[in-house]
Every structure is written in C-alpha cells, then in structure tokens.
C-alpha cells in the first residue's frame, strides 16, 4: 500500500506540474550531445547514493526484529 500511494502521489504531482517549461526550447536535436545529460553536481549525487544506501541498510536490518 506504500509503494502504490507514493507512486500514484508522484504520478498526479508530475500531471499537474507538467514539464519543465525552457529547458529544451534552445537546443535544437542536432545540437544535442551526450554531454549534455551530465549530473550538475557529481558530489551531491554520491552524497545521495550514500544516504539512500545508508537508509536501506538501517531498513532492513531494523525490520527483522
């Protein structure tokens, strides 16, 4: 039931927002480059990972007791 009320939450607050409006409108296909999909921020997403892995390992061993 958590899965399913997160998922359908994100679902209806991605409908509503709508997507980001400019962020593609200045760059033509041919101009697209893999470069361009890059992180802004290598570190906060390592920092992220880490809390996410962190969290799961604090889940899971928690839920056998």
């Known amino acids: 039931m958590v899965h399913l009320?997160?998922?359908?939450?994100?679902?209806?607050?991605?409908?509503?927002l709508g997507p980001r409006k400019g962020r593609f409108d200045s760059i033509s296909k041919e101009d697209l480059n893999d470069n361009d999909f890059r992180p802004h921020n290598v570190g906060l997403v390592a920092v992220g990972v880490l809390i996410l892995w962190f969290g799961w390992y604090g889940f899971n061993g928690g839920s056998v007791f």
């Open 5 to 16: 009320l997160g998922g359908t939450v994100g679902l209806v607050g991605t409908i509503i």
